[in-house]
């Protein structure tokens, strides 16, 4: 077979591999690192979670305390929660979370982000469920910048006739 029609031969085997990876679904493998733990890093506005999940009996630690501690309000607390929830994985991971920057309400929804990424990394079958309750979306809303000659990023100054 000379050089030529070996390439042909490459290049049809090429087409049909590429055929049949269109048509797959992704796969998705389990990563984790050398003890056994998923991480993954949340974001919301300006807050960054980095976040670890391993097997345990459910207890979250935020900030080296514990989340009920750190985010006093239930409102955040249930936010923290919803991803576990709703993959139906209560009680069943130890969670460990850093979180910097931002306030409260966007670092809540950092360590969702976070938890939510995390899980997916520790068993890639609860992606779909995640997926779709919006949990493995990143909300990059930030506060516009300030801009010259404004008072505040669209805010004018006031004007005074005299």
């Known amino acids: 077979m000379s050089g030529l029609e070996s390439l042909e031969a490459l290049g049809t085997g090429a087409a049909e591999n590429a055929e049949t990876t269109e048509n797959a679904a992704p796969v998705y493998v389990q990563k984790l690192d050398a003890h056994g733990r998923a991480y993954a890093t949340g974001k919301r506005k300006d807050a960054i979670a980095r976040v670890w999940v391993k097997p345990g009996s459910g207890k979250i ?12 309000r239930p409102v955040l607390q249930m936010i923290l929660k919803q991803p576990i929830i709703a993959a139906n994985r209560d009680g069943q ?14 670092q809540a929804g950092a360590v969702r982000h976070g938890i939510s990424k995390a899980l997916t990394y520790y068993e890639p079958e609860l992606r779909p ?19 010259y000659g404004r008072r505040k990023a669209r805010r004018s100054f006031q004007f005074s006739k005299r």
């Open 61 to 72: 630690t935020v900030n080296d305390k514990e989340y009920v501690a750190y985010f006093a």
């Open 93 to 106: 991971y130890d969670i460990v979370a850093t979180v910097t920057g931002g306030g409260l309400s966007g």
């Open 129 to 147: 469920v995640l997926k779709k309750g919006g949990f493995l979306t990143r909300d990059s809303r930030v506060v516009e910048r300030k801009k």
